[in-house]
């Protein structure tokens, strides 16, 4: 049987040396159509589905296939262009969708919290259970002096210096001012 029969009969092993034959010859003209490599691999294996699907419509007398597996790769690249085409345009009238904003710095932030609050914690943990209690209710809970004693059931004087002991044992070491080095003035160099 003529090879053009055996492929219009949808003979695998005939098709697939019309693959063999003609794949590198249909890629570069989808190539040189497309201009993109990736995109003519997709002409190429579109060409030959759509090459399968039309296989009846061969003339079982002639030469070679190259000519009609071209045209099939033009019409798969003009579809390819006309769908590009479509999606950018349906794109064009979509609603643009909102920045989406870099979180980094808040991620950073928040390590940084966390690595402050680990701080604060381990303070808050150094001070005496009365001093926590009173530093707790002023400072977090946002009460006075008068209502936390009154919560305490403590006088506001105890609540005052509780709360200033606390203070002072939570602030930062004072950063010590001391400049190491030959303060001398500086002497001409010759």
């Known amino acids: ?3 053009r029969a055996r492929i219009r009969d949808g003979d695998p092993e005939a098709f697939a040396q019309l693959f063999d034959d003609y794949a590198r010859s249909v890629y570069n003209h989808a190539f040189r ?3 993109d490599w990736s995109a003519a691999e997709d002409a190429l294996s579109l060409t030959f589905l759509e090459a399968w699907r039309l296989r009846r419509r061969i003339d079982p007398d002639g030469g070679s296939l190259r000519p009609w597996l071209l045209g099939v790769a033009t019409n798969v690249v003009r579809n390819m262009r006309r769908a590009v085409r479509r999606h950018r345009d349906a794109m064009a009238h979509m609603p643009r969708p909102d920045p989406v904003p870099d979180f980094a710095d808040e991620v950073a932030g ?3 919290d966390t690595e402050r609050l680990a701080a604060v914690r381990m303070a808050y943990d150094g ?4 001093e926590r209690e009173v530093f707790a209710l002023c400072v977090w809970s946002g009460l006075g002096y008068a209502e936390a004693a009154e919560a305490l059931g403590i006088p506001v004087g105890t609540v005052k210096s509780r709360l200033s002991r606390a203070r002072r044992r939570l602030e930062p070491p ?3 001012r001391q400049i190491d080095g030959d303060l001398s003035p500086l002497k001409e160099i010759r």
């Open 1 to 3: 049987m003529p090879f």
């Open 33 to 35: 159509l497309l201009g």
């Open 110 to 112: 928040r390590l940084d």
């Open 127 to 130: 001070l005496r259970r009365q």
């Open 174 to 176: 004072p950063r010590s």
